[in-house]
């Protein structure tokens, strides 16, 4: 069973009220404006939709960009780069957000943008992450923190922080997960970063699951949810009803693990994030595999498996695969499960392997080495 785990995109939640009061008010205003004032207004409307509506913020981050190209203003159209990354990698479209990333960090580092390039840098190594390649996502992480160590910008440190540790995690180096997750929690707490504090506290809790601490990750869990529901950000609440997916699925209380479930899913589809649907069909599937309901199971799991090859999800991929695995074994269509089960190998993350593992423990050398030069 798989958590989403919840990397931080240097981005910042709004409570949905407000939040609407400032799209409506943009909305108003910008049909009438020209130039840069528009761009901007048309960047933020695309930023402001990323989390509640993706198709809308993708229609005005492709109008910003038209207006943003015309006024050939290169700082300009690297931001408009960068906010129209923004609803593509909540989508799942991580190919597409890595492209406009690149772009971005390519103008930035042309005009000598620090602080933009480290946030292009912070975006591009999400991407990474999802697409299964660790060692690059540690790379421009590690960068990045450089950078904003440089520029004094320790909030985004401890953002980045809590990134490596999910690469940690997802390494199932539990214990050093921790070290840098707990780093990111002080981290936040100390620059009153109310989205880092939640993020990086939620992947402690997932960390624990991992380990079988259920009882401490059901209680982060819980605690978490008011302080999120106070933001109003969509995509931390699901990702935070699907860990208690997981952690009461892992205490086998099955129907309370399918209720939450269907919590995180119901938000999911409202964001209209492939992704997340993926995820949690997937986890549905296995939910009710477990409850031999088989026909419900094959369909999550069909339903889970198209939606993460339309999103070019290794680690989705390989979930569905093994689930399907499992269900045909015990429908005893055993030659179906060992096709199933082939295709999981092939799209075993390669975080498993040993040259993975040199390959982050080369960077994190490196990265420490710098540190030391540097101080």
């Not at 390494?171 to 707490?189: G, H």
């Not at 008011?226 to 699925?249: D, F, K, M, T």
């Not at 997937?282 to 939910?287: I, P, Q, R, S, T």
């Not at 680690?315 to 096709?339: I, M």
Request: glycine fraction near 6%; include cysteine.
């Amino acid at each position: 069973m798989r958590v989403l785990a919840i990397f931080i995109t240097l981005f910042f939640s709004f409570n949905l009220y407000s939040q609407q009061s400032v799209i409506d008010s943009l909305e108003k205003v910008v049909g009438n404006q020209s130039g840069k004032e528009k761009v901007l207004n048309l960047g933020e409307l695309c930023y402001q939709y990323a989390f509640i509506n993706i198709p809308k913020a993708i229609t005005y981050g492709k109008q910003a960009l038209t207006e943003a190209q015309k006024t050939k203003d290169s700082t300009l159209i690297a931001q408009i780069w960068n906010d129209l990354s923004i609803p593509y990698l909540y989508k799942g479209d991580y190919d597409s957000s890595l492209f406009l990333n690149l772009k971005s960090l390519e103008i930035r580092e042309k005009i000598g943008d620090s602080l933009g390039v480290a946030k292009s840098l912070s975006k591009i190594a999400n991407c990474y992450y999802e697409k299964g390649d660790l060692k690059s996502s540690l790379n421009y992480n590690l960068r990045g923190v450089s950078i904003f160590k440089s520029e004094g910008e320790y909030g985004y440190v401890g953002q980045l922080l809590n990134n490596v540790g999910n690469i940690y995690d997802r390494n199932a180096n539990y214990e050093k997960a921790l070290e840098y997750f707990a780093e990111a929690v002080e981290s936040a707490k100390k620059t009153n970063n109310t989205i880092a504090y939640v993020t990086s506290s939620a992947n402690v809790a997932n960390t624990y699951q991992k380990i079988n601490k259920l009882k401490v990750a059901e209680k982060i869990f819980l605690d978490l949810i008011p302080i999120i529901q106070e933001q109003g950000n969509l995509e931390y609440l699901s990702a935070v009803y699907q860990g208690l997916g997981v952690n009461y699925r892992k205490q086998k209380l099955i129907d309370k693990g399918i209720d939450y479930y269907k919590k995180a899913l119901a938000i999911y589809q409202e964001m209209g994030s492939d992704v997340g649907v993926s995820l949690i069909k997937v986890n549905l599937g296995y939910c009710y595999l477990e409850k031999m309901q088989y026909e419900k199971a094959e369909k999550m799991l069909l339903e889970g498996l198209d939606l993460a090859k339309k999103t070019n999800s290794n680690y989705n991929l390989k979930h569905a695969y093994l689930g399907l695995a499992h269900l045909e074994t015990r429908k005893q269509n055993f030659e179906k499960s060992d096709r199933y089960f082939d295709l999981y190998i092939a799209h075993k993350d390669s975080i498993y392997n040993e040259e993975s593992n040199s390959l982050i423990q080369e960077m994190q050398v490196k990265y420490n080495t710098e540190k030391k030069e540097k101080e």
